[in-house]
T-cell receptor, first 114, second 111 residues
Framework: AQSVTQPDIHITVSEGASLELRCNYSYGATPYLFWYVQSPGQGLQLLLKYFSGDTLVQGIKGFEAEFKRSQSSFNLRKPSVHWSDAAEYFC????????????FGAGTILRVKS | SQTIHQWPATLVQPVGSPLSLECTVEGTSNPNLYWYRQAAGRGLQLLFYSVGIGQISSEVPQNLSASRPQDRQFILSSKKLLLSDSGFYLCACSGTSYEQYFGPGTRLTVT
């Protein structure tokens, strides 16, 4: 069955430090992969997506992610974290079946300390 | 690009009262539409999705229902709310590469 695992529920990073959020997926075909960010009380915003081509994809807000098929991973990275990056991050894979649904991970809450 | 509107933004309703949450989409036509719920401290739960007018698929049996009376309008309803219906409700629409775009959400508190 298709699934997404985000092993870290919480991560704390110092402002200016680098960040890597982990995402592992299980999917029977070539996946479409996504990272979203959600600030408290708001909707989800798409950071980046991968569906073919270069395995290193650039997104908004200075984020990038690397698709590694052999490891079934799609980790999100940022070289220097800003306090405004504190939020919850969701990885997703799809499409699933009729309706082009996505499967979302449980999320990783990022805290940024000054 | 797509813009998703949801209202109301917040709602406090007593147990047993009816519910109607509305979602409208701009900037696209014939999208797939989705209703999700986030309970406090938990991830996203897909409730309903729709691939066209009048076509609704339910993911989780519950006392909620959904309708799509127009191409870019998606409504979430209940005849009698339960305490467990409290949560943050998100509407989303499909993009061109299977991504989904989300609205700002509705915070529902059932008292």
């Amino acid at each position: 069955a298709q699934s997404v695992t985000q092993p870290d529920i919480h991560i704390t990073v110092s402002e200016g430090a680098s960040l890597e959020l982990r995402c592992n997926y299980s999917y029977g075909a070539t996946p479409y992969l996504f990272w979203y960010v959600q600030s408290p009380g708001q909707g989800l915003q798409l950071l980046l997506k991968y569906f073919s081509g270069d395995t290193l994809v650039q997104g908004i807000k200075g984020f990038e992610a690397e698709f590694k098929r052999s490891q079934s991973s799609f980790n999100l990275r940022k070289p220097s974290v800003h306090w405004s990056d504190a939020a919850e991050y969701f990885c997703a894979v799809g499409p699933l079946e009729y309706g082009n649904k996505l499967v979302f991970g449980a999320g990783t809450i990022l805290r940024v300390k000054s | 690009s797509q813009t998703i509107h949801q209202w109301p933004a917040t709602l406090v309703q007593p147990v047993g009262s009816p519910l109607s949450l509305e979602c409208t989409v701009e900037g696209t036509s014939n999208p797939n539409l989705y209703w999700y719920r986030q309970a406090a401290g938990r991830g996203l739960q897909l409730l309903f999705y729709s691939v066209g007018i009048g076509q609704i698929s339910s993911e989780v049996p519950q006392n909620l229902s959904a309708s799509r009376p127009q191409d870019r309008q998606f409504i979430l309803s209940s005849k009698k709310l339960l305490l467990s219906d409290s949560g943050f409700y998100l509407c989303a629409c499909s993009g061109t590469s299977y991504e989904q775009y989300f609205g700002p959400g509705t915070r529902l508190t059932v008292t």
